[in-house]
């Protein structure tokens, strides 16, 4: 496992860098005065590739809303960070949507300082007691997979990889992590950190190839059974049509069998449907076995994972 030495002047600058190395390319804000360590970084980290591209949003659901669209555009996830508790709450609705996407997207926000004096970063404005929360997290804590408050400098490799961690696992979901501004502020000295990260990622899940397979035939039955009446020019066989003409009502184009002296098989036909035209459902509820009742016989199949 490799390590790198991080030189940083402040936790801030070590959370972008660490960001980078991480493969987070975009940080989108709405800042407020708990950005001050973060602008310090970016303007000395401008122009050597050591941090992600800020970006400054005006609204804080437009900033949750854009990283949603990175992902579904690049399949990358993106930071946002935003202002204490009211930010939290602007870019709320914005994370109830990626939380029921299954979109991955870091949430930040800063922290009003916890201290009143003694540390860079501690309260000088009056509004750092007027925006004090008790819970900070617990308006979003319903719609994350997991939610943090940065205490210490020590611990920020294991945070930050934690949180990408989490929100990369199926099922996918945005998190969220506070950033206190004593914590940003603060000078780690040199930081040393795993390179490739430690914690990460690194397979996809695949659902059973029999599964698939039993999923086919329900669905090919249900579709020999629905439409085989609706068939164009089928011919004299049962549950066969001359080749080269078999199509389903809703095909545009017919399926042609590989040979054009073979009758084609309705039930192959059903299954390439099923197989290659991608035939795709969504349904996040049923409300209770009476509507699978009035299917008569029909069965019921969970495709993808279970939010």
Do not use: C
Not at 24 to 47: P, Y
Not at 182 to 191: Q, R
């Amino acid at each position: 496992m490799g390590t790198r030495t991080l030189r940083p002047d402040t936790t801030a600058e070590a959370y972008l860098e660490l960001l980078k190395e991480r493969g987070i390319d975009v940080f989108l804000g709405n800042a407020g005065t708990d950005f001050a360590s973060l602008v310090e970084a970016f303007a000395k980290l401008e122009g050597q590739a050591r941090a992600p591209r800020p970006l400054v949003v005006p609204h804080e659901f437009v900033a949750v809303s854009m990283a949603h669209g990175y992902f579904a555009a690049s399949g990358r996830a993106a930071a946002v960070m935003v202002h204490v508790n009211v930010g939290t709450g602007n870019a709320s609705t914005a994370v109830i949507t990626a939380a029921r996407a299954n979109v991955p997207v870091l949430m930040t926000a800063g922290r009003t300082p916890v201290t009143e004096e003694g540390l860079p970063g501690s309260r000088d404005l009056h509004i750092h007691w007027a925006q004090e929360s008790f819970d900070q997290a617990a308006m979003l804590r319903e719609y994350v997979k997991w939610d943090y408050e940065l205490r210490t400098p020590v611990q920020l490799e294991a945070v930050v990889d934690r949180a990408l961690e989490l929100m990369h696992a199926e099922p996918r979901g945005p998190v969220y992590l506070t950033l206190p501004r004593e914590v940003l502020a603060a000078a780690p000295g040199p930081t040393t950190i795993t390179s490739p990260p430690r914690r990460a990622v690194r397979s996809e899940r695949w659902p059973d190839p029999a599964r698939i397979d039993e999923a086919a035939r329900l669905l090919a039955d249900l579709l020999l059974d629905r439409t085989t009446r609706r068939l164009a020019d089928v011919g004299p066989a049962a549950g066969k049509a001359p080749a080269g003409r078999a199509r389903l009502a809703h095909e545009q184009e017919p399926i042609v069998a590989e040979d054009d002296a073979a009758d084609v098989d309705l039930r192959r036909v059903a299954e390439q449907i099923v197989r290659e035209r991608h035939v795709r459902l969504r349904v996040p509820h049923v409300t209770g076995p009476r509507r699978l009742e009035d299917g008569l016989g029909a069965g019921a199949g969970q495709v993808g994972d279970d939010p």
